[in-house]
């Protein structure tokens, strides 16, 4: 069933210098695309950010070692099945779908760039791998729409963003692919996301540009506080604008880019939230006052990770103590007389008590709708945050309780 917060997919024109194609590989027993490949031409640039488990999959360690040599040529994703926690089989299969790529585009392996998500601790088939490798070269070519649908895993519909930037006297576009729906409380990137633009972009400095958006973007959502073995995020950047190369802040464009980058990585990052498991709710949490940026993030990443919290929205229920509790637990500087609290436009706490003349009415009404927000004043600082999250109802339970089924 398609989540009730679901957004419409965007008209996403192609990418010059990107081919997309889809096929099936069979990695789990059904039928529908699940292996991805993006071709991608000679000179694209790239940079990512992936995931801080300390048990990250082999996809993320390859994609770890190639990234500071800033160049690709491929991307192949697959679904269904993460690769991780699969030890010398799982490293074997990645070095094997690379070196297809490479043996049949005459690119280096590490020019090529692969990503897996789906159930934990079951090797991918290379026999499987190679073959869909194969079968999705000769493939048509496929629409941003296809290449979406076929990353997905629990998600309830395909998710996709665009945004474009003059630089250089020239307009530029930046689209990009994600999917995730659980386990996701990434502090880096969400499960998997995929950006494409092309402008003409050094790799040193895309990083860069890439760190910074997911500071306010992919690291700012969470589902259910789980982080992903296998969370990655590819920015690809192929040159074809023809623009002069973006290489540092000072260059013409950059700040056109950079605000283009960062809107496509919060749209994409809000998509997610919006197709949390069993999610009925998108919430934003909104923290001000606070010693610092860092202190407003966790307190705010505390009051969307509390399940207390989540199940009061889900119920609508006007609960802010539960907000209070969130707060008074996130282990950073608070003081409860100073505190104030409100949902959506009404106040409802101040100063350590309930708010003077408050009624519960606006506050239920504003509970009852699909976009609820949260705000807590600290009354500390200058230090703000704001993160994005969903409701924790029954559905969450039941996908999870079936997952590998």
């Known amino acids: 069933m398609t989540s009730p917060l679901a957004l419409p997919f965007p008209d996403l024109p192609p990418i010059a210098g990107v081919r997309l194609g889809v096929t099936c590989a069979g990695y789990k027993a059904w039928e529908r695309a699940d292996l991805t490949y993006a071709a991608l031409a000679e000179g694209t640039t790239v940079a990512g950010v992936t995931t801080r488990s300390r048990c990250p999959s082999p996809e993320v360690e390859w994609c770890r070692r190639a990234l500071p040599l800033g160049r690709a040529r491929a991307l192949v994703v697959n679904a269904g099945n993460s690769n991780a926690f699969t030890g010398a089989r799982g490293r074997a299969a990645v070095e094997a779908i690379a070196a297809r790529v490479a043996g049949a585009t005459g690119c280096l392996p590490s020019d090529v760039f692969v990503a897996s998500t789906g159930v934990i601790g079951v090797p991918l088939p290379i026999d499987r791998a190679e073959a869909g490798i194969d079968a999705v070269l000769d493939a048509p070519t496929a629409t941003w729409r296809e290449a979406a649908d076929a990353i997905g895993t629990t998600d309830t519909f395909a998710k996709g963003a665009i945004a474009t930037a003059i630089v250089d006297g020239r307009t530029v576009t930046v689209a990009g692919i994600v999917k995730g729906s659980g386990m996701i409380a990434p502090d880096m990137a969400t499960m998997l ?118 199940t009061a929205v889900a119920g609508e229920d006007a609960n802010w103590g539960r907000v209070v509790m969130a707060v008074g637990k996130a282990g950073e500087p608070a003081e409860r007389d100073r505190l104030a609290i409100r949902f959506g436009a009404t106040e409802v706490a101040r100063d350590g008590a309930v708010a003077a003349g408050y009624e519960e009415a606006p506050v239920a009404a504003h509970l009852q709708g699909q976009e609820v927000e949260i705000g807590v004043d600290l009354g500390l600082g200058e230090g703000q945050a704001t993160v994005w999250t969903c409701d924790l109802t029954h559905g969450y339970i039941s996908i999870n309780a079936d997952y590998r089924s």
């Open 193 to 310: 996301g995929f950006l494409f633009t092309d402008a003409a972009v050094e790799a040193p400095f895309l990083q860069k540009m890439l760190e910074a958006a997911n500071a306010t973007t992919f690291s700012c959502i969470t589902v259910d506080g789980d982080t992903s073995t296998s969370d990655t995020v590819l920015a690809f950047a192929t040159g074809a604008a023809g623009n002069a190369p973006l290489a540092d802040p000072d260059s013409p464009g950059a700040d056109a880019f950079m605000a283009a980058l960062t809107d496509v990585c919060r749209q994409l990052a809000q998509s997610v939230v919006r197709d949390g498991e069993g999610a009925s709710k998108f919430v934003t949490v909104a923290v001000t006052g606070a010693e610092s940026d860092r202190s407003a993030h966790r307190v705010a990443m505390s009051i969307a990770n509390s399940p207390l919290v989540k």
